[in-house]
């Protein structure tokens, strides 16, 4: 499977990237904003760089759906998988109308509201992944797979958080 793996830097692009078990399997490219984390998290991917800032900006969103038609056409990637934020959209547009499936994960740090990019992509989606159980009552439609960015490590006792001044 080729997949296409679409996001924002910064925290969209850390908890895509925490799906590597399973996106390490697959031919893939990414495309997300260009700097330091992501030159180094994707060292050694295909990626290409987004037009930014993307988030409620017309002209880059015009620039990006530009971008996807070119990247989608050439990459005939099976499936696209994104997290927001304003580069999704104008990929899930273009890859809905090529004919492309879609999944989009909403973020780790928006429970009780839904962000503006999953709203958008919410009806361009074919599996919408949630990962808080509260985030369902946005979405009906979500699928729970749980928190990408919690620690499996057994919880700390207070007391210690407390002495590294954490709490």
């Given amino acids: 499977m080729k997949i296409m793996l679409v996001c924002s830097a910064g925290g969209h692009l850390a908890q895509l990237y925490r799906l590597r078990p399973w996106w390490q399997r697959h031919e893939r490219t990414w495309v997300t904003c260009p700097g330091l ?8 991917e295909s990626w290409a760089p987004a037009f930014f800032p993307t988030t409620r900006n017309i002209p880059n969103t015009i620039r ?14 099976d499936v696209l998988i994104s997290d927001g934020a304003g580069v999704a959209f104008p990929f899930f547009l273009v890859g809905r109308a ?3 499936r879609t999944v989009y994960l909403e973020v780790y740090d928006r429970i009780l509201h839904p962000t503006l990019t999953g709203r958008l992509c919410y009806p361009l989606t074919e599996l919408f992944l949630l990962q808080w159980p509260e985030q369902a009552v946005s979405y009906p439609r979500g699928r729970v797979v749980g928190c990408l960015l919690l620690e499996r490590a057994p919880p ?4 210690s958080l407390r002495v590294r001044g954490l709490w």
């Fill in 98 to 100: 090529l004919g492309v």
């Fill in 156 to 159: 700390r006792r207070r007391e």
């Fill in 64 to 77: 990006n759906a530009f971008l996807a038609v070119r990247l989608i056409w050439a990459e005939r990637p």
């Fill in 37 to 44: 984390q992501s030159e180094s998290l994707l060292a050694g």
